[in-house]
């Protein structure tokens, strides 16, 4: 019954994104050495909610990373490790959010069915 509850949905698909998009920046760091590896990125939350939204998927899993454009090395490779040190600050953010707002709503289910 409570995991139809669109808030609940909308948490988790947060967290799901936020867990991709840190396993993305991982290897790309991990591949900073590597000759004409492309650094890859998931879009924005937003862009894929709303994506799915228009398809009427209903599921984010089915985001696919693209090449994130910017300038690369001479050996062909396009990862800036500051750059990726930014995005993990971003990711930890954006999944600290959707534990919050996770929180939030549990909490007040709770509170509608009289439980703490």
Not at 25 to 54: C, H, K, M, V, W
């Amino acid at each position: 019954m409570f995991e139809k509850i669109q808030i609940f949905q909308l948490a988790q698909g947060m967290a799901v994104h936020a867990g991709r998009r840190q396993a993305l920046i991982a290897q790309n760091i991990a591949n900073a050495d590597t000759p004409g590896y492309r650094a890859r990125d998931l879009p924005s939350f937003a862009e894929a909610y709303r994506a799915s939204a228009e398809t009427g998927q209903g599921r984010l899993g089915h985001i696919r990373p693209v090449a994130r454009p910017g300038a690369t090395s001479p050996n062909g490779n396009s990862v800036s490790l500051e750059h990726e040190m930014v995005a993990a600050t971003g990711v930890q953010r954006d999944h600290e959010r959707a534990l919050a707002i996770y929180k939030s709503a549990l909490g007040l289910l709770r509170s509608v069915l009289g439980r703490r």
